[in-house]
């Protein structure tokens, strides 16, 4: 294999050219940029992983505090480092590579590869085919590299994030995070509060995207500059009523609102509480109390569709899926529908060593995740789900329990590594594409259902059967879901009028 060179524009040519491929995860779909090296970026950070990196000891030590840190985070790197000059790192079935320079692909390859792995999200395009139009250029999605376009929307210029405001504190002693600019600390902020859910990372910067444009209309900013009337002039915006195209007037929906503002009040009380921001103007700007009031689930199976995929999963494979991948996929079915967790939680942490199976005296699993806001919770596991978890370890060559201070992680990619979170997304797709194919000719409604469920309807339909279907006390509901507030819990309750009726009806007995 040819040794890589660095990114070039023209390494597109035998790639299908990066422009024509179209992001739909985003409203209004967006091209992939033309630039190699910028269309790298932006896929990386759409996923939430990365795709293509080129390291050098140089490189390490530049983003890590010393060599003992960079180590720590990054062993294969430093390892393949020490004996060589150049080392690469990227992403190939699901999991992280890490090779020397000399024996890697070219940065083309394992990015058409990645496109193409990911194709329920990019899609390659004819040559006249164009996406729409965005409406507001801040909004488009565009890639996030490093230094001061990590938000650079349409029309500001590099430099109006690249400097500190009035509010900005210039004291060492008391900054913690030792930056001087909003640039590093927006991504210090990114990186720490967003950086476990690609979802999360994609919504946070949209959201600060959005307000960085409209300081540049409003020729206000950077961000630590703004006052308190500077974000509720924007608070205002985000509420007003707008035409759209047709002339039809709208106005954002509240839970919108809500999270754009619970967003940008995030970001300054998190500079706040680090010391780079002198005051908070955002103190009480979002109305997060009330968002959680008023959200409630809407994105759930019914319990027949539940127990047909249950089926589905407990039954027997097709014949051209091995043993084995099917061993797993019953594995990684079983975990996110009984333990109602979310999807990056079931990925491998190899520094905390989680998620991780303790096993108690009586052969009963407990589940330890690492949740939101890294806080560790256990989940008990119900009996049911142990045949098909201990059926997948003994295919893998291991006890049928696992043994205490067992650190491996609990699902294994064929390669022998552990299985990345868009695999365990694609198994969790796989089963409900099975059980989909399985229906009947005259279940329309339920095969729709299924074709676009994911694994966090797994996980609303966990919350729904401990709140509605069996009472279970919130704060012990909140405790096994991992919520952080009791509210977002009792929203499901709201899902089901019968309960509510049934609970005035007992109350208030007819005489």
Not at 90 to 103: I, K, N, Q
Not at 371 to 387: D, E, I, Y
Request: charged residues 25%; aromatic residues 8%; contains cysteine.
């Amino acid at each position: 294999m040819k040794p890589s060179r660095p990114p070039e524009p023209s390494d597109l040519s035998h790639a299908s050219h990066a422009s024509r491929w179209l992001d739909t995860g985003c409203r209004p779909p967006q091209p992939v940029p033309d630039s190699l090296e910028a269309a790298i970026e932006y896929v990386a950070h759409a996923l939430g992983h990365p795709v293509y990196v080129r390291w050098t000891l140089t490189a390490l030590k530049r983003g890590c505090p010393s060599l003992a840190d960079a180590k720590r985070e990054h062993p294969a790197v430093f390892a393949l480092l020490l004996e060589h000059d150049a080392a690469i790192e990227y992403w190939e079935r699901g999991r992280l590579r890490v090779v020397p320079e000399s024996t890697a692909p070219a940065a083309a390859t394992v990015l058409e590869r990645v496109l193409r792995q990911h194709r329920r999200r990019f899609r390659l395009t004819g040559p006249n085919d164009t996406p729409s139009d965005a409406p507001d250029g801040a909004l488009a999605a565009r890639p996030m590299a490093t230094g001061e376009d990590v938000l650079q929307p349409t029309g500001v210029a590099p430099a109006w994030l690249a400097r500190g405001g009035r509010f900005a504190n210039a004291a060492a002693l008391t900054n913690t995070l030792g930056v001087a600019d909003d640039a590093r600390a927006v991504r210090l902020f990114l990186r720490e509060r967003a950086s476990h859910s690609p979802h999360t990372l994609r919504a946070y910067v949209t959201e600060l995207r959005r307000l960085a444009a409209w300081c540049s209309r409003e020729r206000l900013g950077p961000f630590s500059d703004l006052t308190r009337q500077d974000l509720m002039a924007y608070r205002d915006v985000l509420q007003a009523a707008r035409a759209d195209a047709s002339g039809t007037v709208r106005r954002a929906a509240p839970a919108s609102v809500s999270r754009a503002l619970a967003v940008i009040s995030s970001l300054y009380a998190w500079w706040h509480r680090t010391g780079y921001l002198g005051v908070n103007p955002a103190e009480g700007l979002a109305a997060g109390r009330r968002a959680r009031m008023t959200w409630t689930p809407v994105r759930f199976l019914s319990a027949a569709a539940f127990a047909h995929c249950d089926a589905v999963a407990a039954g027997d494979a097709l014949e051209d899926i091995p043993p084995a991948v099917w061993a797993r996929r019953r594995a990684v079915w079983t975990l996110y529908r009984f333990a109602g967790i979310r999807l990056a939680e079931l990925v491998w942490n190899e520094a905390l060593a989680l998620p991780r199976i303790e096993v108690d005296q009586a052969r009963q699993w407990t589940l330890h995740v690492n949740g939101k806001g890294n806080k560790v919770r256990a989940v008990p596991l119900p009996s049911a789900c142990l045949p098909a978890l201990r059926a997948y370890r003994r295919l893998r060559g291991l006890t049928d329990d696992p043994p205490p201070g067992e650190q491996l992680p609990l699902i294994h990619s064929e390669r022998g590594r552990a299985l990345g979170a868009s695999g365990l997304y694609d198994e969790v797709r796989a089963v409900f594409a099975l059980a989909a194919a399985r229906l009947p000719s005259g279940e329309s409604a339920m095969r729709a259902a299924l074709e676009g469920a994911s694994t966090h309807w797994l996980r609303h339909g966990y919350a729904r059967t401990l709140v509605v279907d069996h009472r279970v006390p919130l704060p012990v509901a909140q405790a096994l879901l991992g919520h952080a507030s009791v509210q977002t819990t009792a929203a499901y309750a709201r899902t089901d009028g019968t309960q509510l009726r049934d609970f005035v009806e007992r109350s208030f007995p007819t005489s």
